[in-house]
């Protein structure tokens, strides 16, 4: 390490965690050291942040000209977590609904415009499909001594 330079904190308490937000506070002084020509290993060991941090916020400086946060790409998602909960909790309910019917549910419930295709869409991401129930026929004490040893009946 270079002489002169102050003692960097050890404690792994005080360290940035992963998915916090170095703020810009912290940024500036990081774009200051490389345009004082300081190396990413001193900029990182002077405000104890870690290497790859450092290098990304040079990096995006190179690219970008700023340091801000930029906006996430994509389009938000149109179904919220308390919509999201509705639609699980009217689904375990009543499971043999069609998305038709439960869009038009959520819409008088939530106040949510979506179409049964979205519906559809949710319910696969959180793991519902659509499939028919497997007909199974009603075992009677008669019926399972009729059947093999492994059908037992249930009453």
Sequence with gaps: MPLGM?????????R????????????????????GNKSIRDISWLLNIPRSTVS?????WKQLGTT?????SG??????????RMLKRTVRRSHQLSAESIAKDLQT???LQMSP????????????????AASKPS????NAKRRMPWCKARH
């Design 6 to 14: 102050q003692t960097a904190s050890t404690n792994i308490g005080e």
């Design 16 to 35: 940035m965690g992963r998915s916090q937000e170095l703020s810009d506070s912290k940024r500036g002084p990081v774009i200051g050291g490389h345009l």
């Design 56 to 60: 990304g916020i040079i990096t995006k």
């Design 68 to 72: 801000a946060t930029q906006p996430p």
């Design 75 to 84: 389009r938000p998602r149109h179904m919220t977590g308390r919509g999201q």
């Design 109 to 111: 419930w939530c106040d």
């Design 117 to 132: 295709t979205t519906v559809r869409r949710e319910l696969h991401g959180m793991g519902f499909h659509g499939r028919a």
């Design 139 to 142: 075992i009677t004490k008669c």
